[in-house]
């Protein structure tokens, strides 16, 4: 029991010597691209860069006692960051101790939610929200991303929380521009680009292992931040108008609680759930991709409750909120890391990093880390997806389009929450008219096919619809108007079956919608049966008085009761339907 609610039980009794290796390589891989993210990410969030660093420290180390994940590294990240000051910035002013504030009780809020939702065993949550809205609320974050960070590039004075509002901030101060960050900004961009897709093959070209080629290219933003650091403070380009970090206190963050203010955590309750569950749904993919190519196995209830101890570690530290990061978690899967302990190898990096390498970043431009975030994030947009989306689902496509523009046009919280009620809404719409067909034996088999797809032979007297979806409230009159026009349509009909292998459930509303059709059957002389209901739906019927009121008869398979209907009614010759096979069923 104990070990279920700490997974580092499960993995410290096989820890060896070998593992330590392959752990303490990932760390250092890790540590060395999470330095310039961390301070990057805590800039997005509207927060000063060393809260980057404190969000990277003891977040690591409460994942890797709850977590369990092997791989997944847990810190700051772009769509959480963005979201943040999306919230925060809704409360108080960027730079401002409340603002601070705000952002430590939502990470300490975001905990409390995960971990509760973890311990009522609730991790099925996230698949409640579809792959299109996800895909299309990253992608649109992604953009709106990139676009906040222009300003960091050109050197000009710019706000907005969507997309318009930045464009047309950043075009209302294009005389600011300023030509020294311009150049700082775009070489840094076109530098790490570079390095992401070509340094690595290039130093295994010239002969160089791929392991240290793989770690000198995740080294790649660090090279940038050194390189244009040294620039700024030996060519005094913070006098030529370079917006630079500034002094970041040295030393490890003091423990400290939250504000407790009962009015802010009502006016950030519903920010926090959002990025809860959006931090959830991100991170549990990446830990359940990275597991199966191991033949490992996560459990996404305990998931909430790592994420959510890492988000109040986060708090007490002064950080904001964290989740799992999809770039980080494989790089230190490919890095070899082979159980958490590689994150709390991380966390002691950046605290080394945060104790001694703070004064070297006073004249670290913003518009690398700028760059380095625009880097990071247009890896995210992926609008080839709304192709792949509309050429298979309109009603897909239709709920992703919503979240992009939403998103775009509105900000991220209007977006996902309008994104996850249209694919609600599109779901019951499509469940509401679920498909069926009316069904006939296919000659010289037990098998039984739509009549409009395949040469089947069928009873005049008999009429058998399948229906293929689960019977609920949303369905169940639809469901009794096809009954009732199929009857209406066939006279001679005297036996009904409604044929269930794809009913995985009966609601009280559609039970009470088989009693209507049930009776209403009866008083126009035609039995009702039922055939293939799988045992948990029978099991329910059997504890209502539907069964005893049945007119007709429950048959185990739908041959069965063609075999017995057929002796009852005589249809010893049957019909073939003339419609020839369309396709399979």
């Known amino acids: 029991m104990l070990e279920r609610y700490l997974p580092i039980l499960q993995w410290l009794k096989v820890y060896n010597r070998s593992t330590l290796t392959s752990d303490l390589v990932a760390a250092m891989i890790v540590t060395i691209m999470l330095i310039p993210q961390s301070l990057a990410y805590a800039l997005l969030a509207g927060l000063p860069a060393e809260v980057g660093l404190y969000a990277s420290i003891l977040p690591l180390v409460a994942y890797a006692i709850f977590g369990t994940s092997r791989t997944l590294a847990v810190g700051p990240v772009a769509v959480v960051s963005l979201m943040t000051a999306a919230?925060?910035?809704?409360?108080?002013?960027?730079?401002?101790?409340?603002?601070?504030?705000?952002?430590?009780?939502?990470?300490?809020?975001?905990?409390?939610?995960?971990?509760?939702?973890?311990?009522?065993?609730?991790?099925?949550?996230?698949?409640?929200?579809?792959?299109?809205?996800i895909s299309g609320f990253i992608t649109a974050s992604g953009i709106i991303i990139a676009a906040s960070q222009l300003k960091h590039i050109l050197g000009v004075d710019a706000s907005g929380h969507n997309l318009l509002e930045i464009l047309m901030s950043i075009g209302g101060h294009l005389d600011q521009l300023n030509l020294p960050t311009l150049v700082i900004g775009v070489s840094a961009t076109a530098f790490l680009f570079w390095v992401r897709k070509q340094l690595k093959p290039l130093l295994i070209k010239l002969g160089m292992q791929a392991r240290l080629a793989d770690i000198v290219a995740k080294a790649g933003p660090v090279l940038a931040v050194a390189a244009t650091t040294l620039a700024t403070w030996g060519m005094d380009l913070q006098g030529s108008g370079v917006k630079v970090v500034g002094e970041v206190p040295s030393g490890l963050p003091g423990l400290q609680l939250p504000s407790f203010d009962a009015d802010l955590w009502q006016q950030l309750l519903v920010s926090a759930l959002l990025i809860s569950i959006i931090g959830f749904v991100e991170s549990v993919s990446v830990a359940q991709t990275l597991a199966a190519k191991r033949r490992q196995r996560i459990s996404p209830d305990q998931e909430l409750i790592g994420l959510g101890s890492s988000n109040i570690a986060s708090a007490v530290s002064g950080g904001f909120p964290v989740t799992g990061g999809f770039s980080r978690s494989v790089v230190n899967f490919d890095a070899g890391a082979e159980t958490p302990a590689a994150g709390a190898f991380t966390a002691v990096g950046i605290a080394i990093a945060t104790l001694l390498l703070t004064p070297l970043i006073f004249f670290l431009p913003k518009a690398t880390l700028a760059a380095t975030i625009i880097v990071a994030v247009l890896s995210l947009v992926d609008l080839g997806a709304l192709k792949r989306t509309w050429d298979y689902s309109r009603s897909d496509f239709a709920a992703m389009l919503a979240t992009i523009l939403l998103t775009l046009v509105e900000g991220v919280e209007l977006g996902i929450i309008a994104g996850v009620g249209l694919s609600i809404l599109l779901y019951l719409y499509r469940t509401s008219k679920p498909h069926s067909a009316v069904v006939g034996r296919v000659p010289g088999t037990e098998h039984f096919r739509n009549v409009d797809r395949f040469e089947v032979e069928t009873c005049n007297q008999i009429l058998t619809l399948r229906v293929d979806e689960s019977l609920y409230f949303a369905n169940a009159r639809y469901l009794e108007?096809?009954?009732?026009?199929?009857?209406?349509?066939?006279?001679?009909?005297?036996?009904?079956?409604?044929?269930?292998?794809?009913?995985?459930?009966?609601?009280?509303?559609?039970?009470?919608?088989?009693?209507?059709?049930?009776?209403?059957?009866?008083?126009?002389?035609?039995?009702?049966?039922l055939s293939e209901v799988k045992g948990p739906v029978m099991d329910r019927l059997k504890r209502t008085h539907f069964l005893e009121d049945l007119s007709g008869q429950v048959f185990l398979s739908q041959y069965e009761a063609w075999e017995s209907l057929g002796n009852q009614t005589g249809c010893g010759h049957t019909d073939r339907d003339s419609n020839k096979a369309k396709a399979t069923a």
């Not at 975001?110 to 971990?115: A, C």
């Not at 059709?517 to 008083?523: A, C, Q, S, V, W």
């Open 481 to 529: 108007d096809r009954i009732y026009d199929l009857v209406a349509r066939k006279p001679d009909v005297k036996h009904l079956v409604l044929m269930c292998p794809a009913v995985n459930l009966i609601d009280a509303s559609a039970l009470e919608s088989l009693e209507a059709i049930n009776h209403r059957l009866k008083d126009s002389g035609v039995t009702f049966h």
């Open 87 to 133: 919230a925060v910035g809704n409360l108080a002013l960027q730079g401002t101790a409340e603002y601070l504030a705000a952002a430590v009780a939502l990470a300490f809020l975001s905990g409390v939610i995960l971990i509760l939702m973890g311990l009522l065993r609730l991790g099925i949550l996230a698949n409640f929200l579809s792959h299109p809205v």
